[in-house]
């Protein structure tokens, strides 16, 4: 793979491994911020392009490239996350950020090897788990680039401010809402050992057809959501109580009886996936509160699954 270079006729840029090192934070910053990968990716894409667009005079008079390029990276992620509503308004039905594959799966090279995707620089830890991503994008985008700049990425409110062009008082309030709105809608912990258990028991209970087992692992009210961005079939919903998840997931088992069921770490959280031929063609991300399932969310949209292609 070639390294780029700034301006200048392919001269070698004395700078260009510190600017390059920072790629792994906007990418982390970029996915939080944006839930999509193919997004995160492109804002990242737009950040470098604005530095290689400037001389090397003006490069050299940034005291902070890294700082220069979290604000700009940001700033365009603010502006994509507007633009992003709109365009969700016409999504064909449910919308799920884009889910990521554990660290294993890159270690093991089943998706094409460990740098092969910008997937595997993604920390894998609570600030990108499913649940959490899905209550950001219940968000202003305000508050999703206060609480994930100061509460993730530990930036002072004077540099939130900067970012979102607001006050560092105004940016302290915008995290605060945004932290109601977390504990608002997320469970208590439940241990990661716990989580597994439970999705093992699930997925085995699944293949058995067991629905007494099912509906044993399930919340009365849990919900089943899946995203498909009308490129594929899937049960309609969302799906409301257990005995009604029951149903779909044995209409399912019914309808694709070759289906394998996998466990796999799903946004750094013990998940499903499901696989036809080797392909996967929906990722299951869980919710666990106590010791039951309280949300399931199923990708199913392959332009979300291509970090999971198989073979």
């Known amino acids: 793979m070639t390294t780029p270079t700034g301006p200048g006729g392919g001269v070698p840029d004395p700078g260009l491994s510190a600017v390059m090192s920072e790629r792994r934070q906007l990418i982390n910053l970029a996915y939080r911020l944006l839930g999509s990968l193919a997004d995160a990716e492109d804002a ?60 294993t799966e ?11 995707d910008p ?3 993604i920390t894998l830890d609570v600030s990108v788990s ?10 202003t985008p305000a508050e999703r680039v206060a609480l994930v700049l100061h509460d993730v990425f530990r930036y002072s409110f004077a540099e939130v ?10 940016c302290r309030q915008l995290a605060s809402s945004a932290r109601r709105r977390i504990r608002a809608a997320r469970p208590p912990a439940t241990p990661a050992t716990e989580q597994a258990s439970i999705v093992r028991a699930f997925k085995a209970a699944w293949e058995a057809k067991d629905i007494d087992a099912l509906i044993g692992l399930l919340d009365p009210d849990a ?24 149903r779909a997931c044995l209409d399912v088992a019914r309808i694709a009886p070759d ?3 996998l466990e796999r770490m799903v946004n750094g959280q013990p998940g499903l996936v499901a696989q036809q ?13 106590g010791d039951r399932i309280r949300h399931i969310w199923a990708v199913r949209n392959p332009e979300k699954l291509r970090p999971w292609t198989t073979g």
């Not at 499913?130 to 968000?139: C, D, G, H, N, R």
């Not at 049960?235 to 005995?243: D, N």
């Open 44 to 103: 990242v894409q737009e950040t470098y392009a604005r530095w290689y667009a400037m001389s090397r005079p003006q490069q050299d008079a940034i005291e902070s490239p890294g700082a220069w390029l979290t604000k700009v990276a940001s700033r365009i992620c603010l502006d994509l996350l507007g633009s992003a509503r709109a365009r969700r308004e016409t999504y064909v039905g449910e919308w799920i950020p884009e889910p990521l594959p554990g660290p």
């Open 106 to 116: 890159w270690i093991s090279g089943r998706a094409g090897g460990p740098t092969s």
């Open 119 to 121: 997937a595997d620089r």
């Open 130 to 139: 499913m649940a959490f991503l899905v209550v950001l994008e219940s968000m």
């Open 161 to 170: 401010a900067e970012i979102v062009g607001r006050t560092p008082a105004a």
């Open 223 to 246: 919900t089943a959501i899946a995203d498909t961005g009308g490129l594929v079939t899937a049960l309609p919903g969302p799906i409301e109580g257990s005995e009604q998840i029951v």
């Open 259 to 261: 289906l394998t069921i």
């Open 277 to 289: 031929d080797g392909v996967t063609v929906t990722v299951f991300a869980f919710e666990v509160a």
